[in-house]
């Protein structure tokens, strides 16, 4: 299973520009994503996919082979970090 910034037709948007290095350092994706398995490891799959649809502003956030994976309404980020 791979959850994604963007879907197969569009690029990922960043939102973090650095105007001293003149570059963009990230985007929403990346950036709720951390924060949001740092403060609940134990959010579900499913729960972690719609808050980052709702914070990727630019793109779609997309979810594949989930049907091959289990459960994404039970099965948590915790099992994947310790």
């Known amino acids: 299973m791979v959850i994604t910034a963007a879907n197969a037709k569009e690029k990922s948007k960043a939102d973090i520009h650095d105007r001293d290095l ?3 350092l990230s985007n929403a994706f990346a950036r709720v994503f951390r924060r949001t398995v740092d403060a609940t490891p134990n959010i579900s ?6 808050n980052l ?5 630019g ?22 970090f310790e």
């Open 22 to 24: 003149g570059v963009y």
């Open 45 to 50: 799959i499913y729960d972690l996919y719609r």
């Open 53 to 57: 649809f709702r914070a990727t502003r």
């Open 59 to 80: 793109s779609h956030v997309s979810l594949y082979n989930q049907n091959q994976y289990g459960s994404v309404y039970k099965e948590t980020m915790s099992n994947f």
